[in-house]
């Protein structure tokens, strides 16, 4: 912690907007990690230090009068909930008053959030702004929609799907597209719901409607309804549930178990697994008339499935949509543009390519560090000529002032009338077009895939009034958004840093005692775990800081926090000096805005998931992050003005890093992409259109666990179980354990649904102890749910206890120290959960409403509902040696109980495991207590 500060705060900050993306690299010197003082200059404005951890006054900078501005404490805290000995670490104390005060500290909420408190009582519920509100806000956000990059490319988008079924968009950070693109395209005349006459795969003819809607993917829950909440807020449009049932709307959202979609709405969000689960349905998505796969660069599983079987309905032959084509427009700030352009060319445009390798063909990143550009751009990708070409400052003006120009087709050109006159919000307004504007029309220039041409006098004209450009031979569009990016500087470690999380607690304290407002901070760590430490740290600290300082705000942001804990992180702050620092996962990394950002403290890794096939099981790994993500990280900083990334890293290990990051599909156990696939009529999968194909290790290894839970047969074909399991939204194995629950023989069903409640919830249900004392209390209250059996049992009976509870179920949650938001999201879950089970036959009658008496679960259900789990998790099993530790029953590796289960230390004849994380060592997680003949009997010995 500083004790001295060598830069008084208050200091004017010295920065022009920059007109173009630049990003300077500089190495930064940070003190030895043995020091527990910080020194409070500015690591990220010109000051370097030596290994002594002694400033350097740069030249820019005249050395200042020190003052004391936070005391020094007399020990650092560790970071970690807990050591590998799995005793808790000290740490400040926070009792209810305590969280409490943390969570007023936001101040004033945003004008139209839900003020409903999930932690406060029976409050009423807040019903929303009036039309009147919405109108006027929808006023104000219009004049910044129009100052947004892509609104200049609005008729180039709209041209280019009129005349192509596909587009690629590649979109640089800050551009608006995410936002825009929907909003510029559902008044298009092919987005329309259209009657039509299909044909079924029997021959039968029937008469239908299609289209009318476009649908959004996005990667993450959190992503897909902030920017619904935003689209609704531009439109002036209502979005919550009490008007959503009065009202029709436009823009609605769906994600797992929560869906927010008004009567008659034309712009959906939603998550890329809902999409998947509505094509079990509906395999030709004839509610859509476009989708938008955004994000694409992060290539989930679940998107490289979707684009598979998007691809297989654009050069279908449309007898399932009545023969109305599908939009599909492909967005991303990092756009992998030649092998998605290869991917979804028309058949026989591109010879050289093969399916399943389009993985790093050509990176259209646009990005701005050389290392990238030398790697893809120039070396692989050639700019074409429209994007070579400098634009300067355009002779047109908006209210009397230059207006900034890019490429666009529309805006290249000096005319009032370009090549685009003929577009109008409506179809209808086509009528207006003039001859007048028709011959002006041919006469312009057009673009189309970087091909500049020149549409003679007399050219035919299209409905619109639209001189033909040129159309792309293979079928696909793409455009090039500039961003609105400021120039930011990147300070990266001169020494590799042992631990990051000291370090980033040192940089971010640093930057807030010598940086000046207005510029916020946003630091990027691993997990929800990493978050919640350094945000205790934090809070300590800013408590010490002394009157000339700015206050601090810290907010979470990660995917477990409550919708309104999500939103506290986006809006700006109320108070007056007062700085906010965001902790954020990579949820922040693209889509989402942080407004006030100026700062960047990265640290350089992100948990994946990786297949580990000699464990023959799925890991969860923190490892470098990729270029590509380093990049948009940064990027963060220049959003709103000129800023600074600090990266808790070398430049060695930046340049070491891959350059994107892998796909999901290839590294991971792809168990769910043959089920859905297998489910959506796929009989071959290993011919299935993939952009990139896994290795056939893992697909075989895949197909022989599904056969092995009795998902598929001899053949290869999908059971009655299998079908079964492809309908839950719920993992495969998770479904697996539901049906086999339901068997007459377990008549666990209830039991097992409240278990399965609790494990999709996003989130633990046990919050962790912040002191050694916070833990004994924690001990003592939860003696009435920890059960011997294991962590599934425990949280049936807390499930249990919670839905007993007809009291004050917060306090409950207090007293236990478990999540408020978990409990009732599991009881969501749950509700949904029993309705599946009853429409799908599984429960024969609605259970009783809650509350309902507690009663304990019998040793012998207990183990009833276990046997029940190792129908799925055979495989995560792991049987006590003679050495005193468990080896897997498949693979033979070691692996230790975590320190989070009620397990741990305790010796079993053999356990089962839902989950596996390596840090130090392999940790088993959502540990139950099993039999070894129970494993032998499953296997059939």
């Known amino acids: 912690m ?81 050591d590998d000995n799995g005793r808790a670490r000290k740490s400040p104390k926070l009792n209810g008053v305590e969280n409490k005060r943390m969570q007023e500290q936001t101040g004033s909420r945003p004008q139209f959030e839900n003020k409903s408190n999930s932690h406060v009582g029976d409050r009423p519920q807040y019903q929303g702004p009036s039309r009147k509100d919405l109108e006027r806000n929808a006023a104000v956000l219009d004049k910044t929609r129009r100052k947004l990059p892509v609104w200049l490319k609005k008729m180039d988008i709209r041209w280019g799907l009129r005349h192509h079924d596909i587009l690629l968009l590649n979109g640089e950070t800050g551009s608006g597209k995410s936002t825009q693109v929907p909003q510029f395209l559902y008044t298009e005349p092919w987005c329309v719901r259209q009657p039509v006459v299909i044909e079924k795969e029997d021959g039968r003819k029937e008469e239908a409607k299609v289209g009318g809607m476009i649908a959004i993917t996005q990667p993450r829950r959190i992503a897909a309804i902030t920017l619904a909440q935003r689209v609704a807020a531009e439109m002036g449009q209502p979005l919550n549930k009490a008007s959503i049932k009065k009202e029709p709307g436009t823009v609605g959202y769906s994600v797992r178990f929560d869906s927010m979609v008004p009567k008659d709405a034309k712009i959906k969000f939603v998550t890329e697994g809902i999409l998947l689960q509505e094509m079990l349905s509906d395999p030709h998505l004839t509610r859509y008339s476009a989708v938008i796969v955004d994000e694409v660069h992060e290539r989930s599983m679940d998107v490289d499935l979707i684009l598979g079987f998007l691809r297989n309905i654009v050069h279908g032959d449309l007898k399932g949509r009545g023969g109305v084509p599908l939009k599909v427009i ?4 990092t756009l992998d543009k030649g092998g998605i352009e290869a991917f979804f060319a028309k058949p026989g445009t591109q ?59 529309r ?122 430490s350094l945000q205790v740290e934090l809070e300590k600290y800013s408590a010490m800081l002394t009157a000339n300082v700015p206050k601090m705000e810290v907010k979470p942001l990660h995917g477990s926090l409550s919708p309104e804990a999500q939103q506290d992180a986006f809006v700006k702050v109320q108070k007056k000096f007062t700085r906010k620092v965001v902790l954020a996962t990579n949820i922040a990394e693209t889509s989402l805005t942080v407004a006030g950002v100026r700062y960047v403290v990265d640290c350089g890794k992100a948990k994946v998931k990786q297949y580990r096939p000699h464990l023959g099981m799925e890991s969860l790994l923190i490892k470098p992050i990729s270029k590509v993500s380093a990049i948009q990280r940064a990027g963060r900083a220049g959003r709103e003005a000129k800023g600074k990334c600090i990266r808790i890293y070398t430049n060695a290990e930046y340049l070491k890093m891959d350059q994107d990051e892998l796909p999901e599909i290839m590294r991971c156990n792809v168990i769910e992409a043959v089920l859905k696939m297998k489910a959506r009529g796929v009989e071959d999968v290993l011919t299935f259109p993939l952009m990139d194909s896994p290795d056939v290790m893992y697909m075989e290894k895949a197909l022989n666990h599904l056969y092995a839970m009795d998902a598929l047969d001899e053949n290869g074909s999908l059971t009655k179980v299998g079908k079964q399991m492809a309908k839950f939204p719920l993992p495969a194995t998770h479904g697996r354990v539901l049906i086999a629950a339901a068997d007459s023989s377990a008549d666990c069903l209830l039991e097992v649904i409240d278990i399965l409640a609790c494990l999709n919830t996003d989130n633990e249900i046990f919050l962790q102890p912040k002191s050694e004392e916070q833990n004994e209390t924690m001990n003592e209250n939860r003696s009435d749910i920890y059960r011997r059996e294991g962590d599934l049992i425990t949280l049936l009976t807390t499930m249990q206890r919670y839905a007993a509870e007809n009291t004050n179920r917060n306090d409950w949650c207090q007293k236990h120290l478990v999540s408020v938001r978990a409990m ?81 230390g305790k010796k079993l004849e053999a356990i089962m495991f839902l989950q596996h994380v390596f840090t130090t060592k392999n940790y088993a997680k959502k540990v139950s207590a099993i039999q070894a003949d129970w494993i032998a009997e499953q296997y059939g010995l």
């Open 824 to 904: 009732k999201l599991a009881c969501t879950i749950r509700k949904q959960l029993r309705q599946i089970c009853l429409n799908e036959k599984l429960l024969s009658e609605q259970p009783p409403a809650d509350p309902q008496p507690f009663e304990p679960i019998t040793p012998d259900k207990a183990s009833v509902v276990m046997k029940t789990f190792l129908k799925a998790f055979i495989k995560e099993t792991a049987i006590l040696g003679p050495d005193g530790s468990y080896k897997t029953t498949a693979g033979k590796e070691s692996i230790h109980i975590h320190p989070s289960s009620v397990l741990y």
């Open 351 to 409: 010879p050289g390519y093969v399916l399943g390798h389009s993985y790093g063909k050509v990176l259209a990143t646009d990005l701005p560090e050389d290392a990238v550009k030398e790697n893809t751009e120039e070396k692989f990708n050639p700019k074409p000529p429209h994007m070579k070409k400098q634009i300067g400052n355009a002779k047109r003006t908006t209210n009397g002032k230059p207006e900034k120009m890019d490429d666009s087709r």
């Open 330 to 333: 492909i967005m991303s700030a």
């Open 2 to 82: 500083p004790e001295k500060v060598y830069k008084k705060f208050g200091e004017e900050a010295t920065s022009a907007e920059s007109q173009k993306p630049d990003i300077k690299v500089e190495e930064k010197q940070r003190p030895s990690e043995k020091s527990s003082g910080l020194n409070g200059t500015a690591l990220a404005n010109g000051l370097k230090r030596s290994q002594d951890g002694n400033p350097k006054q740069s030249r820019t900078s005249s050395p200042q009068n020190s003052t004391s501005q936070i005391n020094k404490p007399e020990k650092r805290k560790e970071h970690a909930d807990h």
């Open 411 to 532: 805006s290249s050109l000096d005319s009032e009338y370009s090549s685009w006159s003929g577009f109008s919000e409506t179809a209808e307004d086509t009528s207006k077009i003039t001859n007048e504007d028709k011959i002006s029309n041919v006469a312009k220039h057009t673009m189309t895939n970087g091909v500049d041409t020149k549409a003679d006098v007399g050219t035919p004209l299209d409905q619109a009034g639209i001189s033909r450009g040129v159309v792309s031979p293979n079928g696909v569009a793409y455009e090039y958004i500039r961003g609105r990016q400021h120039e930011v500087q990147t300070l990266c470690e001169v020494q590799p840093v042992q631990d990051y999380q000291h370090a980033m607690l040192q940089t971010i304290l640093q930057l807030h005692t010598s940086e000046p407002l207005p510029g916020d901070v946003l630091a990027f760590l691993t997990g929800q775990d990493e978050i919640e």
